[in-house]
C-alpha cells in the first residue's frame, strides 16, 4: 500500500516569513495529492490540490510542488500570518479505492 | 455547501463496552470514511465504504466494525471499548464523480476509561 513520510513535524517561523512542508510518497500511480489544514480543535480542511498532469499550483499565498520522478511534493506557504497557524496533513491517492493516506501531520507555528 | 456530521463531539465509556459513532452526509456522496487522529500518528484510514451496504478495511481495523445501512449513514462500532481505543474519531465523505476531495465531520473525542 502507499506510504506517506512528512517533514518537518513542527516548525516556527516568524510573520512574514514563508514555510515549506515536504512530503514522499511511495506507489508511483498515486495520482491526487491534497493538503489539509486543521486548525486547533477545528476539522481538517481542503487548502490545496494537485494532480499527476501538472508540476505546480498557485492560490494566493500557497502553493504546491509536485515531482512525480523523485515522488515528493511540497507545500509553500509566503508571507506567513499568526493565522496560517495550524496542524497541516499532506495525502496521496491510494491507486484502485477513493482513499487516502495521510502524512503525519506538520504543526505551523507562526510568531507575531 | 457539504455538510457531515457526527453525533457526538464528546463520548466517554468504561472497558467492555459496545460504542456506536454515527456519521451523517448530507450531499449524496458515495464514499465514506473513518479515521482515527492520534498525536504524532497523523490521521489513520479504519475502515471505507464506496457504497451502500459495502465495506473494506482500511489501515488499522482491528477491533473495529461499520454498518452502512442507507447511503448518508456510516456507524463505526467497538464491539467491546479498550483504554487504547481512546482517540478523536474522524468521519469523511467523497463523491466519486465529483473529484477527490474528502469533507471531514466535526470529530468524536472518545475516552475509554
Known amino acids: 500500500g502507499e506510504n506517506v513520510e512528512q517533514h518537518p513535524s513542527t516548525l516556527s517561523v516568524q510573520e512574514g516569513d514563508s514555510a515549506v512542508i515536504k512530503c514522499t510518497y511511495s506507489?508511483?500511480?498515486?495520482?491526487?495529492f491534497p493538503w489539509y489544514k486543521q486548525e486547533l480543535g477545528k476539522r481538517p480542511q481542503l487548502i490545496i490540490d494537485i494532480r499527476s498532469n501538472v508540476g505546480e499550483k498557485k492560490d494566493q499565498r500557497i502553493a504546491v510542488t509536485l515531482n512525480k520522478t523523485a515522488k515528493h511534493f511540497s507545500l509553500h506557504i509566503t508571507e506567513t500570518q499568526p493565522e496560517d497557524s495550524a496542524v497541516y496533513f499532506c495525502?496521496?491517492?491510494?491507486?484502485?479505492?477513493?482513499?487516502?493516506?495521510f502524512g503525519k501531520g506538520t504543526m505551523l507555528l507562526v510568531s507575531p | 455547501d457539504v455538510k457531515v456530521t457526527q453525533s457526538s463531539r464528546y463520548l466517554v465509556k468504561r472497558t467492555g463496552e459496545k460504542v456506536f459513532l454515527e456519521c451523517v452526509q448530507d450531499?449524496?456522496?458515495?464514499?465514506m470514511f473513518w479515521y482515527r487522529q492520534d498525536p504524532g500518528l497523523g490521521l489513520r484510514l479504519i475502515y471505507f465504504s464506496y457504497d451502500v451496504k459495502m465495506k473494506e478495511k482500511g489501515d488499522i481495523p482491528e477491533g473495529y466494525s461499520v454498518s452502512r445501512e442507507k447511503k448518508e449513514r456510516f456507524s463505526l462500532i467497538l464491539e467491546s471499548a479498550s483504554t487504547n481505543q481512546t482517540s478523536m474519531y474522524l468521519c469523511?465523505?467523497?463523491?466519486?464523480?465529483?473529484?477527490?476531495?474528502?469533507?471531514f465531520g466535526p470529530g468524536t473525542r472518545l475516552t475509554v476509561t
Open positions: 450531499m449524496d456522496h458515495e464514499n
Open positions: 495525502a496521496a491517492k491510494d491507486s484502485g479505492y477513493s482513499t487516502l493516506t
Open positions: 506507489d508511483s500511480a498515486s495520482n491526487y
Open positions: 469523511a465523505s467523497s463523491s466519486t464523480g465529483a473529484g477527490d476531495e474528502q469533507y
